[in-house]
């Protein structure tokens, strides 16, 4: 047992000698280049297959028998006229099976988002996998500054570190809203910054028909595209949240809607926290959040066959002492795994996050996002939202978590390069060559390879106790801290055509006159 | 988006309204029942079906053409009497792979180990999941007091941890080195402390003769027991390292054959850190491991056909900047992965490690043991070592890592509960009876569930922000201080025959006074 420790020592010494001390700040952040991913990994099957099909059978018995209730009279008319059994007075939609199926199958398995720039163009479904950033906390948060509101100073810093951060494919929208600005007119401002900021794909906000058209508008105008061309190659994705148990609500059956009505991707997600928006019971949970999401994906399919749609499971459950939401829990995992299951039965993308229920950035928000990112990454999400960022149960949006989420999905990026078996990699000759009880530092076999034989930690310090104490003993959480700064410091904004960029100034300052003056629809 | 988190906030008041806060502090820990494990899920599989077979067969050529160097002669005797072709002069031994694979047939596929307190009894192979503590650190250190050289009182303060924490099954064998007592007697004071303050199994030192006999004296007074019934029912396990490369020494040597021979469990470690002990590649340090594992647990099955045996996989890499090993890496995981795969072929136990090379209980090192557990777990290990405490990459055991570590391991374990999906789970009449837009605090299907619904943690703090705030807004690291004092002070040593005791003393005594005149074997 103490051999195995002796032996770290031993190594230390000897590696130190050799190669150095690691370089410390200076020439800028050290992290893996921009790519595209695919996980090469089976995912985790946590339910036999008759589960699978008990959940599934249940959820349309649901919408069956009790149906969704629908607030947004466009949605009625369009579910009516498929066949479904509506209720005017009371806005409740019973679903047949046969309808919910068929207008399901017509969701593409795979879709691309184009990105302003070409080379952060995203597929989402089959094994592909992509790092969005947090969207819609209210609050963001610092080591230094401590959490304030929302605002718009501290939106713009966040969507450039998205930009910066290679690992991230995509922004989230709004990682902090700015709510220091008029809430009427706040979508034009997040928007335009956004599309300015990052050449990163991005979710608009989908509350409504205005913040959608506005946001196509925009987007138009930002990519020098036609909307003919939009409708045949997406470029934008809001997410859907019905409100569970059961209901679609006005401004997000308008959203579903226009989304759909102009091919732009949807990313359909019940919010069903065991306990409280859905049965107590994990199953239960996911059989309610099955029923909404199918029927929010029928819709979309209804308003346009082959509209790009994502199922979003957002199962959790709440801490039944304080009735606060829990995430990164072991249901939450468990739930992630049982989803991807789910989804794979219908080949449609699927939507999960990386959460969790800290208050600060310490070993608590790490490993629920620990548990989130194996659940869900193992269950086999396309696109992982907030997938950096998030804290507190997505009140807050902060700076150092962003850092520490990005190494943690460097790492898991890392883990999908496959191990090399040829003979050449597995060294037998070299083992030979160093004999027993020699050391494998100057050979041949090792000097070829050790520039990139292993992955190179962002935020991870490795170096031993005296020299980690004697640089100031900083903990991750302090050192993410300098990272973000040091990023920020460097970002350069991407080339944008000025004519494009004035084109958006004066689309958001026109639209708000507009607003101003009482024309809510652009 | 905004959906999701202002949803957050109404659950939050609406719960906490119904619920209360939760209590803090005052009537101790919760934290969940001691209870053997086994693992549910399929492990994940990073190798193809080839690539072990091609690791498998490097391994052997490379005991068939560089074989291992021996220096201990009895080793040297028993491989040579087997048929090994032995070079005295240099301890060359180069072994046949009929030989080998012949030898390590003999090992059982499954085994118990028999611990103070029958309830602590243990299997180790097929899927059984064992956590143990960390064993052999150098160093001792909580946030309060800082880092300091292992001592006498540290270490019997870590035994009453690992005795009161219920997640861990089984003591790993000094989690802190008493480095204040001589070194020539200090095993038999750490023997005698463990088998008093703990009932639960525990890790002998392997190192020499001298050690193992001691080990098995004190543990056959501890338990009642006679060396004939020991032979039968194993009580103890050690872990040998090989001297990677391809050496085992004079005292791991006599460690494995002392232990075989008495029947006690050994875990059989090569220590292939890639780069350093093992070549710069994974599938290289993979297959330099899968060698010297096989040549021991084959070296074990001579000495006693059926000894039972660990097959241990510690393969992680070095830093090649600094030399310094890196733990809980993308390529530690993987390793992990593969290992499992490997071991599976040869149908044995695993043995691995939760490991990390953070120099303080940060975000660091959470997410360097979350890639170790995931990689380890769905990698199907057995015997998971080191599962809590181990910082700084072994040189020091941590009283705030042990808290987070054993949450960690409370989340992993809870993770493999099924997800019911009977239809009164599943709860479609609950769900009809809440309707849309409704919550499902108050209804008959939560309130029958809602006490055990759910995982309690015993570290995580679900508060909301202000709430925390007021208290003291404590990180996670900060809990966990408080958290081990708690249990530290409620600490009732386990019942002891007082003739056992005293025998255990006499022992202790009785050698101490034979190795101070010169007679190092009891």
């Known amino acids: 047992m103490a051999q195995e420790n002796m032996a770290r020592e031993g190594v230390a010494r000897e590696g130190g000698r050799r190669r150095g001390e690691r370089r410390q700040g200076g020439g800028g952040i050290r992290q893996l280049p921009f ?79 184009h990105a302003r720039n070409p080379a952060h163009d995203l597929e989402f479904g089959a094994n592909h996998l992509v790092f969005t950033a947090t969207g819609g906390p209210a609050f963001a948060s610092d080591t230094e500054r401590g959490r304030r509101a929302g605002n718009y100073a501290d939106m713009c810093d966040y969507i450039r570190l998205v930009q910066s951060l290679n690992v991230l494919h995509q922004d989230g929208g709004t990682a902090v809203e700015p709510t220091d600005l008029p809430p009427e007119t706040r979508h034009l401002d997040f928007y335009e910054a956004t599309l300015r900021l990052t050449d990163k794909g991005w979710h608009s906000w989908g509350m409504g028909t205005a913040c959608v058209l506005d946001g196509i508008e925009l987007t138009r105008l930002a990519y020098g595209v036609t909307a003919e061309e939009m409708l045949q190659r997406p470029v934008m994705m809001t997410i859907i949240n019905s409100n569970s148990p059961l209901r679609l609500d006005v401004p997000m059956g308008q959203g579903l809607v226009e989304m759909a009505r102009h091919g732009q991707a949807l990313v359909l997600t019940p919010f069903t926290l065991a306990g409280a928006m859905s049965p107590v019971t994990i199953g239960g949970a996911l059989m309610q959040q099955n029923a909404e999401a199918l029927a929010m994906v029928a819709l979309a399919q209804l308003v346009r066959k082959g509209a790009p749609v994502v199922y979003g499971g957002f199962t959790s459950n709440v801490d039944m002492r304080t009735g606060s939401p829990a995430f990164g829990t072991p249901e939450y995992t468990k739930a992630a795994l049982a989803t991807g299951q789910l989804i794979r039965r219908y080949r449609l993308p699927y939507r999960s996050s990386n959460v969790n229920a800290s208050n600060c950035v310490d070993v608590q928000s790490t490993y629920e996002s620990a548990m989130s990112l194996w659940g869900t990454i193992m269950g086999g999400v396309n696109l992982l939202a907030h997938a950096a960022g998030w804290l507190e149960g997505g009140l807050t949006a902060s700076f150092e978590k962003l850092i520490v989420d990005c190494e943690m999905l460097q790492l898991m990026r890392e883990t999908f390069r496959p191990i090399a078996t040829d003979p050449a990699s597995l060294g037998l000759e070299a083992i030979a060559e160093v004999g027993p009880g020699g050391h494998f530092f100057g050979v041949g076999h090792t000097l070829e390879r050790f520039e ?55 689309y958001v300052a026109r639209r708000k006159r507009e607003i101003a003056s009482g024309k809510a629809l652009p």
Chains 1, 2 share one sequence.
């Open 35 to 113: 790519q595209t991913l695919r996980n090469p990994l089976k995912p985790i099957e946590i339910l036999a297959p008759d589960q699978v099909e008990a959940i599934h059978d249940a959820s349309l018995d649901l919408l069956e028998r009790v149906g969704l209730e629908v607030l947004h009279g466009e949605s009625i008319d369009i579910l009516a006229r498929a066949g479904a059994d509506v209720d005017r007075g009371t806005g409740k939609v019973r679903l047949d099976r046969g309808l919910v199926m068929e207008a399901v199958s017509h969701a593409p398995p795979v879709f691309t988002i």
């Open 452 to 506: 990139s034989a292993f992955y190179t930690p962002m935020l991870s310090d490795w170096r031993n106790f005296e020299t980690w104490s004697e640089s100031g003993a900083r903990t991750g959480t302090e050192r993410a801290h300098r990272i973000w700064k040091e990023l920020l410091a460097a970002y350069r904004e991407p080339a944008l055509d000025p004519a494009r960029r004035e084109a958006m100034a004066a």
